[in-house]
């Protein structure tokens, strides 16, 4: 290149191709929206839990100080966010990439092209969800009807796919072989 020649500055981008796919795989992707509901509703339990005792607490302390510590309630929507947060950012980005829901129910959380999950990828996915379920409110779940990976709003937005963990795959691949 000549020294009159501008520099090309730029971003090498690699498109990688979907890693899962329903045809060649279907039991990957068998029962994982009913499983991701209930796992919705066990998590929904865990993160209110800690908070409602919060709650009981900055009551009682209320009581005690006579109506000063009343004050404290202020906090509780934040630290209800921040708790979300972190709980969500690290355990699907923890090493089975599932929150405890989810490991309940056998399933788990990669990125459309196979990767586990990672923190910030979590604590994302979880704001782009309330996010979608306050403006799109039945919409955001309709749209895992109409696809083939049965990924839901928001999990098209952030790059994600929810799969069978591969114990169950298994075992459905299993039960899929023997003859009936």
Request: charged share 15%.
């Amino acid at each position: 290149m000549a020294a009159s020649e501008p520099k090309r500055i730029g971003l090498s981008v690699e498109v990688k191709p979907h890693a899962y796919d329903p045809a060649a795989n279907p039991e990957l992707f068998e029962g994982v929206l009913a499983r991701r509901l209930i796992a919705f509703f066990i998590d929904l339990v865990i993160l209110a839990l800690p908070v409602l005792f919060l709650a009981m607490f900055i009551f009682v302390v209320g009581v005690v100080t006579f109506g000063l510590g009343f004050v404290f309630y202020a906090l509780l929507s934040p630290a209800m966010v921040l708790w979300a947060l972190f709980y969500y950012g690290s355990t699907l980005g923890g090493p089975h990439s599932a929150t405890i829901g989810m490991r309940a129910m056998d399933i788990e959380m990669r990125t459309w092209y196979g990767s586990p999950a990672y923190f910030v990828l979590g604590a994302v996915h979880a704001i782009v969800f309330w996010v979608t379920v306050s403006v799109f409110t039945p919409l955001v779940l309709v749209v895992c009807l109409f696809n083939e990976r049965r990924r839901c709003l928001h999990d098209i937005l952030v790059g994600t796919v929810v799969i069978n963990n591969e114990a169950r795959a298994s075992a459905l691949r299993a039960s899929a072989r023997r003859p009936a």
